[in-house]
């Protein structure tokens, strides 16, 4: 029999992987505005808009951003691992607790890359002059920082309902943390 537990983990699991998927593939991470000129950089390309839009890659690639498209990279693959092995779990009415790891490492490995991306973001804004032009996060940071906080939230569903399903028991057997085992 499925449960409504076991599906709502899948569902936030997809969500998660679906955000963490686009957002390293957005062109948004941070964007800035000079003289009437937009642009958008991503983790792969940057795009800047005068009268039309283009978008180039991006040519020379620091080590810290390196580090940030590896670790977004790894997010999006355990993410998707633990949407699989949900699914698997699901079909074989098994625990979430292995789908529940994959996807605390999926939160970690995309806590790591947004709070690297900040880190090097602040730090390259506080040594631009104040008149060059506004620098501002974009949309694909935000969507990062929505599958960390989404996947914090199913992984805590995902232990939860691990341990209800560890000390499972009849109604009102659990009291003051004693399992009462009726024969």
């Known amino acids: ?12 699991s997809c969500m998660v992987m679906v955000l963490f998927s686009v957002s ?6 941070s964007s800035s505005s000079l003289e009437g000129v937009e642009a958008s950089i991503g983790l792969w390309k940057y ?10 890659d991006i040519p020379a690639v620091p080590l810290n951003w390196k580090i940030i498209r590896a670790f977004i990279i790894l997010a999006v693959v355990s993410s998707f ?10 079909i074989n009415s098994r ?4 789908a529940g790891v994959w996807m605390l490492l999926a939160v970690c490995f995309g806590l790591f890359a947004v709070v690297t991306f900040t880190i090097d973001f602040e730090n390259e804004k506080r040594s631009t002059p104040a008149n060059v032009g506004s620098t501002r996060y974009d949309w694909a940071y935000g969507l990062c920082w929505a599958a960390v906080g989404l996947g914090i939230l199913v992984t805590a569903f995902a232990v939860r ?16 943390g004693v399992t009462i085992q009726l024969k």
């Open 81 to 90: 691992v633990a949407t699989l092995t949900s699914c698997l779990a699901l």
């Open 24 to 29: 390293c593939g957005g062109i948004g991470w």
């Open 95 to 98: 625990s979430f607790k292995y």
């Open 161 to 176: 309902v691990g341990y209800q399903e560890k000390y499972a028991g009849p109604p009102g057997a659990q009291r003051f």
């Open 1 to 12: 029999m499925i449960d409504s537990r076991n599906v709502i983990f899948i569902l936030g």
């Open 47 to 56: 795009c800047a808009s005068f009268e039309i839009t283009i978008c180039k």
